[in-house]
């Protein structure tokens, strides 16, 4: 079944806009990753944050963790054509760190 | 590096027919792992390995086998192809190490089934 789940399903904006993306979870975890995949291709890691984090920046990526929600989001600012694609969240189940539970993704479509 | 590769890129098969799907990384990464993507369903967990000799099953096991003879290689096979198992399969490997659980993926292999 799926751990995480992404929403919404799709978003599309204007570049230079900023885009942000939603995932929830049911199980306490050890650490939540955000993938992006471009079409056709395989997913590409962006960031991680453990469940004693609360936010996290990566360039122009910011991850926030609520685990008192299950919850979490992702912000990319200033979005340019090339951040179009699908976004995942990632969880682990608590007990390793290494096996992964994905959501159906969010598809971000950014108009020039 | 290579990093994770698969081959092939694109495989038809028929119903009943038989295959392997190849997977090999060249990072030295313990945990190897298939997973199937499906439109509206994401990724799903077919098999997972932690090492040379340990396999395990994950979300939807059914139809495949995998074995894990090398850190480098880890086949999926297809035992009996069914029009189900249509779906674009992604290998994916990282380290066990807390602290390296990002996950590199492979540029997965698209099948159909007829």
């Known amino acids: 079944s799926q751990q995480g789940e992404e929403d919404p399903q799709a978003l599309s904006i204007q570049e230079g806009e900023n885009a942000t993306m939603n995932c929830s979870y049911k199980?306490?975890?050890?650490?939540l990753q955000w993938y992006r995949q471009n079409s056709g291709r395989g997913l590409v890691h962006l960031i991680l944050?453990?469940?004693?984090?609360r936010e996290k920046h990566s360039g122009r990526l910011r991850v926030t963790l609520d685990t008192s929600k299950k919850s979490s989001s992702l912000l990319i600012t200033a979005s340019r054509a090339a951040d179009t694609a699908s976004y995942f969240c990632?969880?682990?189940?608590?007990?390793?760190?290494?096996?992964?539970?994905f959501g159906k993704g969010t598809l971000l479509t950014v108009n020039p | 590096n290579a990093g994770v590769t698969q081959t092939p890129k694109f495989q038809v098969l028929k119903t009943g027919q038989s295959m392997t799907l190849q997977c090999a990384q060249d990072m030295n990464h313990e945990y190897m792992s298939w997973y199937r993507q499906d439109p509206g369903m994401g990724l799903r967990l077919i098999h997972y390995?932690?090492?040379?000799?340990?396999?395990d099953q994950g979300e939807v096991p059914n139809g495949y086998n995998v074995s894990r003879s090398t850190t480098e290689d880890f086949p999926l096979r297809l035992l009996s192809a069914a029009p189900s198992q249509t779906s674009v399969y992604f290998c994916a490997s990282s380290w066990l190490l807390a602290g390296q659980e990002t996950q590199y993926f492979g540029p997965g292999t698209r099948l159909l089934v007829l």
């Open positions: 390995s932690v090492g040379a000799g340990i396999t």
């Open positions: 199980t306490s975890i050890n650490n």
């Open positions: 990632a969880t682990d189940d608590g007990g390793s760190n290494y096996k992964l539970t």
């Open positions: 944050i453990r469940s004693n984090e």
